[in-house]
């Protein structure tokens, strides 16, 4: 009996047999099958083919010479019986098969070609391997969590449809100290993928590439270089909240904690929050969240649920400018805002026209910029009284208001316009246009589409056209109109650091 | 192809070996103890859990293997699988088995299975094939763990492995891939079967271990039931 030939180099493991324990087993292993079945050979054994490649294959039998013979027996390839004229007797114990334009093989394991007897049985069988060999692996994208370890990621040519099992395999060498490396650890995030958990070094670029092997042959992707430290991500924030503020309808506050791997690192993190309506796809991206670990997002609709997400990068690490990769977002979070208390639309809650500010929410902001206030800049004296008086300033004419030198005397003139409070030690020095957020300071981050009713009075027209300073930020007072946004600023005493406090008006309403 | 006595499962028998030196359950606390019931009634649960577990198994794998493998009335030559601990047993033999004896074939049926398993030299799978033979194997051996510890309750001492039973023998003339399929199909039919029996086995252990409820039977007949 011929000894099967050696399989595909998948099977290489397989050493021949040493003679006399395969002497042994030519005893021991007498033919046993089922009652009257004979045996047989089909050749080729496990073939391995390209599409549309031709096969030859025949069937010999041998065993019991009596019963043993060609006439009867016949082909299935996958479980199907082969047309007969595909057959042919070659000789007394041997049938032919001849197949033509092969298809891709049905199954990785291999097409199943069956040598039947007149009855059935199954006599012999070889596995087909028929398919393409791999095209070159592209789109390789890496990213490392903590400097430490590094995950890739690519995607197999040709959509990896092969028909045959293909094997990918990354491999990685530091530029310029030449030995290759094979990554370990697949499948991690996704079929394409692998995870390199340790043994990198910094500051040496990397040589990166997947090579997929299959039987018919083999491709190599593009080598793809990174510096490790350009590919640095973290997890998402932990602990995401978020909390209504106080009993305001149109805000949410949103908490979070950095990720732990910054505490290791030398880095800083920005962060980016998005947040959508219940039913809605659409996400609104909230950018200039920089280093805090909180913002408040304002501008929503009242009694609706809203669902928020953060993510982080780490960037200047280890003093570069770079920012890293950002990394996946959180769990989204839920909570809804308060109902509107005043019955009508929700949504964009509007002022009346010129009217007192007594209605709800404007009342409401301006209480809470005072308790802030009072909070933080020790502004005791602050109150609604001054306020109302501020507006009633404001309220009266551009001329009137310069001469004026009555309760609020306007200290220095030209650029900037300013007011002061009766109140010792806290100063609303003067309230400037401006585009940005501060950072450190500030309490609001203004969305994109976020809507705070101005407060009039507080935060009045100034002239048109009239170019206003701003140690950060100067910007005419046009284009401020229409980006929408206002800041005062608070001095706590002459001289010092303020802090800022920010409003942005309903577009289309009128101020003051 | 050689329909001969398969050689992969002799090459495999060598890795039982290893098998057969799992640690032994230690015996239960018997001061106050339920006796060995509540482990008999796992035992069993087992049994129908990994018999469920086997089933989805079963399909995806032979569906890889493609037809006819996976065809419902499919019965190859059943050369290879000879090693293979037969569940296949004569009724009255079956009936007439002690308790010891019944536990042993088990225990020993279940190490040879999931030694040959684990061999299952299937690189080409998909990831998830995998994964789910993985899964299945755990779960098996819970299952060996779990007759042991019935064994262990009931006094019978773990079956060691028969001095030269498991010959490292060479592995023999390649083996094609068509016979290592037909070898895979037996490996998870006998797998099946000794399920379906250990299940009845256990089945019969827990009403030995059990009172018989004498009582409730005569309290129903008297409502006619």
Redesign the interface.
């Known amino acids: 009996m011929p000894a099967g030939r050696p399989g595909p180099a998948a099977q290489s493991a397989r050493r021949p047999p040493p003679l006399l324990p395969l002497l042994l087993l030519c005893v021991l292993g007498a033919p046993r099958a089922g009652s009257g079945a004979h045996t047989a050979v089909i050749s080729p054994q496990d073939p391995t083919l390209l599409i549309g490649s031709s096969l030859q294959a025949t069937c010999s039998v041998h065993g019991d010479p009596s019963g043993a013979t060609a006439e009867g027996l016949y082909w299935t390839l996958n479980g199907r019986r082969l047309a007969p004229e595909l057959s042919r007797v070659l000789n007394a114990s041997t049938l032919a098969l001849a197949l033509a334009n092969l298809n891709g093989s049905r199954q990785q394991s291999g097409d199943n070609l069956v040598c039947h007897a007149r009855d059935g049985s199954i006599l012999a069988g070889s596995c087909l391997y028929v398919g393409l060999p791999p095209e070159k692996p592209f789109n390789i994208s890496c990213w490392s969590k903590n400097m430490k370890d590094l995950t890739c990621r690519w995607t197999p040519g040709a959509h990896g449809e092969t028909f045959l099992h293909t094997n990918y395999s990354l491999k990685y060498k530091l530029r310029w100290y030449g030995q290759d490396n094979t990554c370990e650890e697949y499948h991690t995030v996704g079929p394409h993928s692998c995870h390199i958990p340790k043994d990198l070094a910094l500051f040496t670029p990397y040589e990166i590439w997947v090579e997929a092997t299959n039987r018919l042959g083999s491709a190599r992707s593009d080598v793809l270089t990174l510096d490790i430290l350009d590919v640095v991500t973290t997890d998402p924030p932990p602990d995401v909240h978020v909390s209504r503020v106080g009993g305001l309808e149109d805000q949410l506050s949103v908490r979070w904690v950095s990720p732990p791997a910054l505490k290791d690192f030398l880095f800083q993190a920005k962060y980016q929050i998005r947040y959508r309506v219940e039913d809605s796809v659409d996400w609104k991206v909230v950018d200039d969240v920089s280093n805090q670990t909180s913002c408040r997002l304002a501008g929503l609709k009242p009694g609706t649920v809203y669902f928020v997400q953060v993510r982080c990068n780490p960037f200047g690490i280890y003093g570069s400018k770079k920012a890293g990769i950002w990394s996946e977002w959180s769990h989204p979070t839920a909570a809804s805002t308060p109902r509107s208390e005043r019955p009508g639309p929700g949504g964009g809650a509007c002022e009346p026209r010129g009217g007192e500010p007594s209605s709800g929410p404007v009342r409401r902001e301006l209480k809470q910029f005072l308790g802030w206030l009072k909070k933080h800049a020790y502004c005791s004296n602050l109150s609604f009284r001054l306020y109302d008086q501020w507006r009633a300033w404001m309220q009266k004419s551009h001329k009137t208001r310069n001469q004026d030198e009555g309760i609020l005397p306007s200290g220095r003139r030209g650029t900037t316009r300013e007011f002061q409070t009766l109140s010792p030690g806290c100063e609303i020095s003067r309230f400037i246009l401006t585009g940005g957020c501060d950072p450190k300071h500030q309490p609001y981050c203004p969305g994109a589409g976020g809507v705070i009713p101005a407060i009039p009075g507080l935060v009045g027209p100034p002239p048109q056209g009239h170019p206003l300073q701003h140690p950060q930020d100067t910007e005419t007072v046009e284009q401020l109109q229409t980006k929408g946004s206002l800041l005062w600023e608070v001095q706590q005493t002459p001289g010092q650091s303020a802090t800022w406090w920010s409003v942005t008006p309903a577009s289309g309403q009128s101020r003051g | 192809?050689?329909?001969?006595?398969g050689?992969s499962w002799?090459m495999l028998a060598c890795l039982c070996a290893v098998l057969w030196h799992l640690p032994a359950v230690p015996a239960l606390n018997r001061t106050g103890d339920p006796g060995p019931g509540p482990s008999i009634q796992k035992t069993y649960d087992l049994t129908r859990y990994l018999e469920h577990q086997l089933r989805s198994l079963a399909g995806t794998y032979l569906?890889?293997?493609?037809?006819?493998?996976n065809?419902p009335d499919f019965n190859?030559?059943?050369?290879g699988a000879?090693t293979l601990p037969r569940a296949t047993v004569n009724l009255d033999v079956w009936r007439s088995l002690n308790d010891k004896l019944r536990l042993t074939q088990n225990y020993e049926a279940y190490s040879h299975l999931l030694c040959y398993l684990r061999g299952l030299d299937r690189?080409?799978?998909?990831?998830e094939l995998r994964r789910s033979l993985a899964h299945f194997c755990t779960s098996l051996q819970g299952l060996l763990g779990s007759i042991a510890g019935v064994m262990a309750a009931l006094g019978y001492p773990l079956p060691q492995p028969l001095p030269g039973a498991e010959p490292t023998?060479?592995?023999?003339?390649?083996?094609?891939?068509?016979?290592q399929?037909?070898d895979d199909f037996w490996l998870l039919k006998e797998l099946q079967t000794w399920l379906w029996r250990s299940a009845k086995d256990f089945n019969r252990l827990k009403k030995k271990t059990q009172p018989p409820p004498a009582a409730v039977t005569l309290h129903l007949e008297a409502h006619g039931f």
């Open positions: 192809m050689d329909l001969r006595a050689d002799g569906n890889y293997l493609g037809p006819p493998f065809e190859p030559p059943r050369l000879e690189q080409a799978a998909t990831a023998r060479a592995p023999g003339p390649a083996h094609g891939d068509f016979l399929k037909m």
